[in-house]
């Protein structure tokens, strides 16, 4: 019982970072019909610029908190300035491209300054786990959950209900609708971008400790955070959140009572049986017609 | 004799390298076992516009297959590597049919999901492949030839190179290529002619899967010890890179696209960490400025120095005697086996579509008398252009069935539909702009099945063009339509109204018997509407096609039909003899408004 | 002075030329009718004034500002608004949502607030949390005429607004237009329906394949056969 809630802890603490990737990956597509493949780029310099803010210039965790995010959030806006706005007229293939490599570009620009070594990062929480009988929980683990969890909430609520979460859903339900209302598809597109990069590198501060920064992060994490977006719908913001969870405590259970290889695999598993079965995603909001 | 180049082109490089130093035989070894994979990929990236991240996994599923089969059984090297090809094109078929479900990301998705799982499976396997440790390969037996110099090496790949090369240059060129291309250009056209998407992707997938596994094979021995991480998520999208850096359009792409960029690394060694950031900037260049990569560029300026020949865009805008004469000279519509004598061309009936609370078809029933150019017009959101794509097809309805000529069409697909003799055009044209006029003309033969197809590019490798009766019919319909002057020009350079016009050469190839026609005058002018609407005339009189046109240019309609239904509001309003129909009041306030009749 | 002007509007998309040198003026608070058949290219001229579409040419004076090339966005905000032939509205924004949305237009200038928009479709009042895709036709035209008027238009772009409704609504549809052009509002009305446009409007210009064919006051047009040609010609 005490090992099961260890593990439902452990699922919901990288379900929530995986939350995170999801909810960006989400934003960026439903804003601007683009499926980001450069996100896990975008988390692994993320966890850099948080390596670099709190071991590095040794400031806070809150420092880092506060900055990368922006820093990140005005790299994707950047890529979407430089590239893809000249792309906005092209086929999906030429920007999903685009992307695949623009992420890879930002992993090998990562790699060739740190090499394959795994930089670790100190706890952003000091002090000893908690003890409940046989229950270990450690201080990461409950403020990786706590805290990613409640970004993605905020996120989620700032997108249905403040005025530049109105701007995007608009322009995701109607481009030229959008436009009639006054909305310039630059500006939503650049501020979409910058929300949904943002989002990636706060999960990036979040992973670093945790899960170590290396190269193959930014290959873990996109995969993760799409196959999330896809259990969720890819068009539900709602449905990224859980889906990411859904997707942590599926490795986690996978990992404690199967394999580590089933580890692995299961969020291939998942996609797949999602594709096949529910195209639609499981927690999807229902299709309204368009008018 | 273009079949031969490309695998004339690797002998020469073979040729080539066996005169230099063994670190260039090495590194021309490497190139061209490269250029498998580029080809490969033309086809799959290219030409079906299909994102692969599962490059990798075939490659491992070669190497390990054929590693396994000597290591294992003992079996020569020759056979090892067709060992490889077979599981590549068994693995290719198990990826491909979930995959081909989806498009664009969602493809890619699950291609990554199987690279990730063969490569976890290859590593949690221990007792068959060694696990996370690896398999250690032997050097290759040829016929009892130890091969372990570099020469041996480089002799080896090459003629291996040159023979898997050349049946995948037939397909690329031929039919089976083209029909690909035009899918991915445009799938519903695509679809109308017989072009089956999920076969001809699924097809891509095994043929070009079957190659890189061989590719796999036969790079294995070269390594000594082949183990998973070789052979992962990154080397599959670096190779995806070949294909578009080296040209996605064109075989020379991925021989260029491989063979160029794998050994990048060797060439410029001091570079060699930065190679992989370099084709991450070259792509990105690429994909922005010049999309169909390195070939383009070459074509660009090779075409600057050849002060080419610019065909006009306008086709000859013959007189009618000779336009006449040239539909007479087209062999006419020809009754399929299946037809019942004395049945209507088309019969709807009970035709209904409803989307939630709206109706938008009513129980719509027409009947079109063979022989007859049959129309049907009605202002917006009558509900026209449903009932349109539920007769062609492309619509399931809520209620009602299609006949033709007494067989019944609520079971055929779309894909079949060319087959039984119907034959359509679209209003927003479907031409396939990368080919050409006798290409797109070509594929309206129908005969587009995968295994039709690959027959047809075999024939079309022999006889060196088209075989001779399908390019004497493609020629008879250009010349119909008046696009015999313009057949080499890609159907993309072509002015509006010669596209309608290739598409209507494109319907008449296959000597259909109904032409289902959906607005075929849209955004074309007064004087090339006049011509399209005798070139129509001619055909349904010369050749006895029957048509059934929706048009939204009432006077293009009264002087082209001998019939006209019209339709307001989901339901038939009149039908009759065009000039009749139009003067009637009903029709005149459905457009109007009741007032302005008086 | 005319509130819009145009001239030489030319709209070309890929080989199609959709309108070629259309030129038209419209007083402040007069309405004008756009008449012409299907594929004459009047939704397409309606597009380009309100800077919808890509490649346009031509000048287009709004306001006394020339506002030839500038995007929709724009465009709105400078108090031109289009009511679009097909509406375009948010499938899952409610009433009041697609409302607010559309006070992003009206930024900077004096505001309309949305009793007002209530006080003209009272339908609409009454389901204001009702989300856009679950209305009726009609009320879906009169959801997108008030996300036009919120954003303090000085003209409305009315494309086809009784399309498709049934001829009761439309009764109501031509009242309540005719109101906010007494209001002040200049009006710009695409229609094929003569019936709407005799009822709203003093002048009208007829497009057939583009171009302009006639113009002048709509009683004059009704007693011409050439406009009955040009529909069924």
Request: charged fraction near 15%.
């Amino acid at each position: 019982m005490s090992e099961l809630l260890m593990v439902i802890i452990g699922g919901l603490a990288s379900g929530a970072v995986y939350s995170l990737v999801a909810i960006g990956i989400v934003v960026i597509h439903k804003a601007t019909k683009t499926v980001n493949f450069a996100h896990g780029g975008f988390v692994l310099l993320g966890a850099f610029a948080a390596y670099l803010v709190v071991v590095k210039l040794q400031w806070t965790y809150w420092a880092a908190y506060l900055i990368v995010p922006v820093l990140i959030g005005g790299l994707a806006t950047g890529v979407e300035l430089a590239i893809l706005r000249p792309l906005r007229k092209a086929d999906l293939f030429t920007v999903i491209t685009a992307t695949i490599f623009i992420g890879i570009g930002l992993s090998e620009i990562y790699r060739l300054s740190y090499n394959t070594e795994i930089l670790a990062m100190p706890k952003p929480i000091a002090g000893a786990p908690f003890f409940f009988g046989d229950v270990i929980l450690t201080r990461g683990q409950l403020w990786v959950a706590a805290g990613a969890l409640t970004a993605g909430f905020v996120g989620l609520l700032v997108f249905s209900h403040a005025t530049i979460g109105r701007s995007m859903r608009a322009m995701a339900s109607n481009v030229r609708g959008a436009t009639l209302c006054g909305y310039s598809v630059d500006r939503v597109y650049a501020i979409a971008w910058f929300v949904g990069g943002a989002l990636a590198g706060l999960a990036g501060v979040f992973a670093g400790p945790s899960k170590g920064i290396s190269p193959d992060l930014a290959v873990a994490m996109i995969t993760a955070g799409f196959v999330a977006a896809v259990i969720g719908g890819f068009d539900s913001l709602r449905g990224a959140l859980l889906g990411g969870l859904l997707l942590g405590l599926a490795e986690t259970f996978a990992a404690a009572y199967v394999s580590s290889a089933m580890k692995s695999a299961i969020s291939f598993l998942l996609l797949f049986v999602v594709l096949l079965w529910r195209p639609d995603g499981l927690f999807s909001e229902a299709k309204v017609r368009d008018v | 004799m273009k079949i031969f180049l490309p695998s004339l082109c690797i002998l020469l490089l073979t040729l080539a390298g066996s005169a230099l130093s063994t670190y260039w035989q090495y590194v021309f070894t490497i190139s061209i076992g490269a250029t498998i994979v580029g080809v490969a990929l033309v086809m799959l990236v290219g030409y079906a516009r299909c994102i692969t991240i599962a490059t990798g996994s075939m490659l491992a599923v070669g190497a390990y297959a054929s590693a396994l089969t000597v290591l294992k059984l003992g079996w020569s090297f020759p056979l090892a590597l067709l060992t490889g090809l077979f599981f590549g094109a068994i693995a290719g078929y198990v990826l491909a049919v979930p995959a081909v479900r989806f498009r664009s990301h969602n493809l890619a998705m699950v291609t990554l999901v199987f690279q990730e799982v063969v490569i976890i499976f290859l590593r949690e396997a221990k007792s068959l492949t060694g696990g996370a440790e690896g398999l250690n390969i032997p050097p290759p037996v040829f016929f009892g030839i130890v091969i372990k110099s570099d020469i041996g090496n480089l002799v080896m790949t090459g003629i291996a190179a040159a023979i898997v090369i050349f049946p995948l240059t037939v397909l690329l060129y031929g039919p089976f290529g083209k029909n690909l291309r035009a899918l991915a250009a445009n799938e519903i056209g695509a679809r109308a002619f017989g072009i089956s998407p999920r076969k001809y992707l699924i097809a891509a997938f095994v043929v070009s899967s079957a190659a890189i596994a061989f590719a796999g094979a036969l790079s294995a021995p070269r390594f000594r010890i082949i183990d998973p991480d070789s052979y992962g998520v990154l080397t599959s999208i670096f190779t995806l890179a070949y294909p578009i850096i080296g040209g996605m359009n064109s075989i020379w792409g991925g021989l260029l696209g491989g063979g160029a960029l794998r050994i990048l690394p060797e060439v410029l060694r001091p570079l060699a960490d930065y190679i992989e950031l370099m084709f991450c900037v070259l792509v990105v260049l690429t994909v922005m400025y010049f999309p169909g990569g390195l070939v383009e560029l070459v074509e660009r300026m090779s075409a600057r120095f050849r002060q080419g020949k610019t065909a006009s865009s306008e086709a000859a805008l013959d007189g009618a005697e000779t336009r006449d004469a040239m539909v007479k000279a087209m062999p006419p519509a020809m009754p399929r086996e299946d037809e019942v004598a004395g049945a209507a061309a088309l019969r709807i009936e009970g035709m209904s579509k409803s989307y939630g609370a709206l109706q938008a078809v009513k129980n719509v029933s027409i009947e079109v008398a063979v022989g007859r150019l049959h129309g049907l017009m009605g202002p917006n959101g009558a509900g026209k252009t449903t009932l349109f794509n539920m007769v062609t097809g492309f619509t399931q309805p809520g209620a009602g069935s299609v006949t033709s000529f007494g067989r019944s069409l609520s079971e055929v697909p779309v894909e079949e539909r060319v087959g039984l003799g119907i034959a359509r055009t679209f209003q927003h044209v479907a031409v396939f702009p990368s080919l050409s006029c006798f290409d797109n003309t070509l594929i309206g033969l129908g005969r587009n099945g995968v295994t039709a197809s690959m027959r047809r590019s075999i024939a079309s490798a022999r006889a060196g063009v088209a075989a001779g009766e399908e390019r004497e019919a493609v020629m008879a319909a250009l010349d119909a339509v008046g696009l015999k002057p313009l057949a080499l020009q890609p159907a993309g350079s072509l002015s509006l109204g010669n596209q309608r016009r290739l598409e209507i050469a494109r319907a008449i190839v296959s000597r259909p018997r109904l032409i289902l026609l959906d607005e075929p005058v849209s955004g074309v002018g007064a004087d090339e509407a006049a011509q399209l609407r005798e070139l129509l005339l001619a055909i349904n009189r010369e050749l006895g096609v029957t048509m059934f046109v929706i048009e939204h240019n009432i006077g293009f309609l009264l002087s082209l039909c001998d019939r006209l239904t019209v339709m307001s509001y989901g339901e038939i309003i009149a039908e009759g003899e065009p000039n009749e129909v139009v003067a009637t009041q009903h029709v005149r306030s459905a457009y109007f408004g009741d007032k302005a009749t008086a | 002075m005319s509130i819009l002007s145009v001239s030489g509007l030319t709209v070309a998309h890929g080989q199609i030329v959709a309108v070629r040198d259309v030129a038209l003026e419209v007083a402040p608070g007069q309405c004008l009718a756009l008449l012409g058949p299907n594929g004459a290219g009047k939704t397409a001229s309606v597009e380009a004034i309100a800077g919808l579409l890509p490649k346009v040419s031509g000048r287009v004076m709004f306001n006394g500002e020339d506002i030839s090339g500038m995007p929709a966005s724009t465009v709105v905000c400078r108090g031109l608004a289009l009511v679009p032939q097909w509406r375009e509205l948010f499938a899952n924004f409610s009433v009041e949502e697609t409302l607010l949305a559309a006070t992003n237009a009206a930024r900077g200038r004096p505001a309309i607030s949305l009793e007002v928009i209530f006080e003209y479709f009272p339908r609409l009042k009454e389901r204001r949390s009702q989300i856009a895709g679950s209305l009726s036709g009609g009320e879906q035209q009169m959801l997108a005429i008030g996300r036009a008027l919120v954003t303090n238009p000085k003209m409305i772009l009315l494309d086809e607004p009784s399309a498709g409704l049934a001829v009761g609504i439309v009764k109501t549809m031509i009242d309540i237009i005719g109101r906010i052009q007494q209001s002040g509002v200049a009006i710009l009305l695409v229609e094929q329906n003569l019936e709407v446009a005799t009822a709203l409007a003093e002048r009208c210009v007829v497009l057939t394949a583009g171009r302009m064919v006639w113009s002048g006051t709509v009683v004059d047009a009704m007693k011409t056969d050439e406009i009955r040609e040009a529909y069924f010609a």
